[in-house]
């Protein structure tokens, strides 16, 4: 099978780890954002005189955030250029609305002859609050008691240009989650170049 980056992407408590799991299980290797850069996030954000669970600040978000995107990045170009496809889980929700940033990744992968493909985890916001809420992750705590605020701010859809695939996780949706898995599994086991998954 040829060699792909997949990007998955969607708000918080839309299943972006369950669902990267499933693939990367059957696809390749599985790359989280929140595990490769927790510590060295947590140790930064004390040292710039913030909480170890800030996500929200103007300290986190100008000096922070964008170190454990690259991070997270650089491994897994490092691991595609081994020959493995790697299926990424962060919310990109500013990368996938920034064309630069994509073209950078989608150059870099071209250099090592691999396609980048992009899923957005789509739910609804009370699904999403619910699952926030129940896996009990204290960095999410601000997002809770400020919940209104919070998810105003936050993309419901991925941009319309990016040709991102579309994985419903919400309460209801259309197809099981397993066949929706299932249908991008073996649309991604066809041969590059050839794969359409348009969304």
Known sequence: MARRLILIGGMP??????????LAGRLGLFVDKDTVSQFFTEQMLQLLGSHVDD????????????????????????????????????????????????????????????????????????????????????????????????????????PSNIGAVVIDNSCRPESPLFEQIEAVVARLQEPMHETSLSP
């Open 55 to 158: 996500r929200e600040s103007g300290v986190y978000l100008g000096k922070v955030r964008d170190i454990e995107y690259e991070t997270m990045m650089k491994h897994a170009l490092e691991n595609l250029a081994l020959g493995h496809t790697v299926i990424c889980s962060a919310p990109f929700i500013r990368e996938f609305g920034d064309p630069q940033w994509l073209d950078g990744i989608h150059f870099e992968a071209e250099l090592l002859d691999a396609d980048v493909i992009k899923i957005w985890i789509h739910v609804d916001p009370r699904t999403a609050r619910e699952r926030i809420l129940s896996r009990g992750a204290s960095r999410d705590v601000w997002k809770l008691i400020n919940w209104d605020t919070y998810i105003s701010t936050i993309p419901k859809t991925a």
């Open 13 to 22: 408590g839309s299943g972006k780890t369950l669902i990267g799991k499933a």
